[in-house]
């Protein structure tokens, strides 16, 4: 059973940081890319980062040179370094984990993110 668990959102004010982690089970992580979504109150859910399992990654424009995606293997766990955090940032992120014969998406449950201007 594949289990993606998402954890460290919170309330943090404008101009601070947060780290997500995501923390996968139940497939052979190293073989998976994997991403960060968000979706804020009454938006549609859009990319935040992705990361290949070779370790290519990708940024929405909103978020590059404030956001770093990264993952580590042996922890079964990817993580969105989030910096500068602005109002607008204010989503609930969600982990998506994709798997590489399929293409089929696993999502974890979210967390909460509120950035206070």
């Known amino acids: 059973q594949v289990q993606l668990v998402e954890s460290g959102g919170g309330l943090v004010q404008a101009g601070g940081s947060l780290r997500l982690s995501c923390a996968a089970s139940g497939i052979i992580f190293r073989f998976y890319a994997m991403a960060w979504y968000r979706q804020a109150p009454g938006k549609q859910r859009e990319l935040v980062a992705g990361?290949?399992?070779?370790?290519?990654?990708n940024y929405a424009d909103s978020v590059k040179d404030r956001f770093t995606i990264s993952r580590g293997n042996a922890k079964n766990t990817v993580y969105l370094q989030m910096n500068s955090l602005k109002p607008e940032d204010t989503a609930v992120y969600y982990c998506?984990?994709?798997?590489?014969?399929?293409?089929?998406?696993?999502w974890g449950q979210g967390t909460q993110v509120t950035v206070s201007s």
């Open positions: 998506q984990s994709i798997n590489p014969l399929t293409k089929y998406e696993y």
């Open positions: 990361i290949t399992s070779g370790g290519s990654t």
